[in-house]
């Protein structure tokens, strides 16, 4: 029955990508990099690898491999209730930016993740976490071969979990630069001001936001908090009451009969989102990701929640922690904060995730058309910008639905670290319109950044698992302002596309 379900679920005349539910959404493509196909032990293919003797279908695929729906939820059941003339008008920063690009070609089109042995004894100190939310094991044989690969890798140092707008490919603080002041000053100066000129702030802060002033013009951007200085402590404290007042409200209703399936959804996935990272796996986080999840559904019928939405809520909880964390956020203990300031953190949370939710809802809308739609402008717009890449894809039977529903789904945060996400959403925020249309020319400049890599694939199978595997772990703010550029040039190049890439 499993197998059946995984060839209708990639049938290509099927209008929609799965049976949609009300509560659980579409069944897409695993959202979670944890729950990727699993092989056959003799048969796993290597990423460094993955050219085979004969070209294979992906019904073939389908037919020898588990997917991640498989998986058996039965056991978290059981406690689910307890718990923009073309180079001269970028904005600024930008033509620097383009400048750089071929000079780094070396960092961003090697497309080679380098994994230090120091970081992976971190990943996996941080693997006990995982395994006990979610049942994952690492056995100690694949362990020592991972570790004997990565022995001759050359050194890169881990980025923070919030980069500021100096921490490219260095870890730690650097101290900071003349430009970056004077851009400082300008962002505190415009904050400052009786009435904040919101245009002038997302021009400035298109080429990223400086981590000491992101948490308030994140909440300027998103419309949550107006633009006069002197009303906005009078609407936080509103806000911050109306939704603890939906908390006290519909909260308690979720062991009812009419929203448990809803609940125990997000009661699973929570231990999925950033499994990785040690500050989503406290009691304390994962209990603010439920209420603000659960709250959100039940205030949106028409789609509910749906799997995807979870990781939404992280980029906006990272920077509102922020303004009280300055080191070692990956592990900082929440719990250690006063009761006030949590709950203001997750009240912002909430308020600027449904900001956004409200833009691209059509996303998570029963048979999602909204990620359907964007999934068809993409392929139509690389035809148009790639015309190798479209056809090596339809050479080797590759459909676009199989690798960007993810993308459009969770706005790439499956496929960039957490970092560069929020380095991502500065943009996206500054943008008219940037997570429901500068996102398409966004993941089509992420796409053609793999073209070496892509071009190189000769089978079906190694083409889908360099696309739901692409080695981004080591990427920072250089990497993201290149990409930003790229997609920037193409929405100039490609104004006259059809209107539906606006969708």
């Not at 003797?53 to 073939?60: D, G, L, R, V």
């Not at 148009?384 to 590759?398: P, T």
Request: net charge neutral; proline share 6%; hydrophobic share 35%.
């Amino acid at each position: 029955m499993a197998t059946e379900n995984r060839i209708n679920f990639w049938r290509r005349n099927s209008k929609v990508p799965g049976s949609v539910q009300p509560v659980y959404g579409a069944q897409h493509p695993p959202l979670d990099p944890r729950l990727r196909r699993s092989y056959p032990k003799d048969t796993k293919p290597k990423l460094n690898n993955l050219k085979s003797k004969k070209t294979s279908s992906f019904h073939e695929f389908a037919r020898s491999t588990n997917d991640a729906w498989d998986i058996d939820d039965d056991d978290e059941e059981e406690d689910f209730l307890g718990g923009p003339a073309l180079c001269s008008s970028f904005p600024s920063g930008l033509r620097s930016a383009l400048t750089q690009k071929q000079d780094a070609a070396g960092v961003t089109q090697s497309g080679i993740s380098h994994t230090t042995e120091e970081d992976t004894e971190h990943e996996l100190a941080n693997s006990k976490v995982v395994k006990s939310n979610s049942e994952i094991h690492l056995t100690t044989s694949s362990v020592r071969s991972t570790l004997q690969k990565q022995q001759s890798l050359p050194v890169r140092p881990v980025i923070p979990l919030v980069a500021r707008i100096s921490d490219q490919n260095a870890s730690g603080a650097p101290p900071m630069t003349v430009r970056e002041k004077s851009r400082l000053d300008k962002f505190k100066q415009l904050l400052a001001s009786a009435n904040t000129d919101l245009e002038e702030l997302r021009k400035h802060s298109w080429s990223g936001i400086p981590r000491e002033v992101r948490p308030i013009t994140w909440r300027l951007l998103s419309g949550y908090l107006p633009a006069n200085k002197e009303r906005r402590e009078l609407v936080l404290k509103r806000k911050r009451e109306e939704y603890f007042g939906f908390i006290l409200q519909y909260y308690h209703s979720r062991t009812d009969e009419h929203y448990k399936d809803t609940y125990r959804q997000i009661h699973i996935d929570i231990p999925r989102t950033n499994p990785l990272i040690p500050l989503f796996q406290q009691p304390v986080v994962q209990e603010v990701f439920e209420r603000i999840l659960f709250i959100w559904a039940i205030r949106h019928p028409a789609s509910g929640y749906v799997q995807g939405i979870n990781d939404l809520v992280t980029p906006f909880f990272v920077v509102f922690l922020s303004e009280f964390v300055m080191e070692d956020m990956e592990n900082f203990e929440v719990a250690a904060l006063s009761p006030d300031i949590q709950r203001n953190i997750e009240a912002d949370s909430f308020w600027c995730m449904s900001k956004l939710l409200d833009g691209i809802q059509d996303n998570y809308t029963f048979a999602q058309p909204g990620i359907q739609n964007k999934v068809k402008a993409l392929e139509e717009l690389v035809s148009r910008i790639d015309e190798d890449i479209h056809n090596h894809f339809k050479k080797y039977e590759v459909e676009y639905l199989q690798f960007a529903f993810r993308w459009m789904n969770n706005l790439l945060m499956r496929e960039l670290p957490l970092r560069c996400t929020i380095r991502l959403w500065d943009t996206y925020q500054a943008e008219a319109e940037g997570f429901s249309h500068f996102h398409l020319y966004v993941c089509a400049a992420f796409l053609i950044e793999w073209r070496k890599e892509i071009l190189s694939m000769v089978d079906f199978q190694g083409l889908l698992i360099l696309l739901q595997n692409l080695p981004t772990i080591h990427w920072g703010n250089e990497e993201v302002g290149l990409l930003l550029a790229e997609a920037y040039r193409l929405k100039y190049m490609f104004a006259d596309a059809p209107s539906h890439y606006k969708r």
